[in-house]
């Protein structure tokens, strides 16, 4: 009942249609929780430093980062940031602000913006 328009789900700047089962390009900061777990309010103390969404370009649910990042590196890409707007990607965090990044910026100092802190 929120969202009148599902327009909002899709880049204009993304050139080929969705799959009918509505994916889009925006994904859930996949260190928030595992499995789309969740993290308390109060375990989220600086909200302005941590993103919430991302976009990875590829519909899957999770944004994460490039690379091996992880213990155990995925099978893929799918999920990891793309740099699809002027080589960069749109942000939302926590606190509500949107933020256009590069993939550099958004991996440094220890993958920063992706950790709850």
């Known amino acids: 009942p929120y969202v009148k328009n599902y327009q909002l789900y899709n880049c204009p700047s993304k050139k080929t249609a969705d799959p009918p089962t509505g994916t889009g390009i925006y994904g859930i900061n996949a260190y928030i929780g595992e499995?789309?777990?969740?993290?308390?309010?109060?375990?989220?103390?600086?909200?302005?430093?941590?993103?919430?969404?991302?976009?990875?370009?590829?519909?899957?649910?999770?944004?994460?980062?490039?690379?091996?990042?992880?213990?155990?590196?995925?099978w893929t890409d799918t999920g990891w940031v793309k740099e699809i707007h002027n080589n960069g990607s749109n942000f939302a965090f926590l606190d509500g602000h949107g933020k256009w990044l590069t993939m550099s910026d958004s991996h440094k100092n220890n993958l920063y913006l992706w950790v709850v802190k």
Do not use: R
């Open 35 to 74: 499995a789309v777990a969740y993290v308390s309010l109060a375990q989220i103390t600086m909200p302005a430093e941590t993103f919430a969404l991302g976009e990875n370009g590829d519909g899957d649910w999770v944004i994460e980062p490039n690379g091996n990042y992880w213990p155990t590196p995925p």
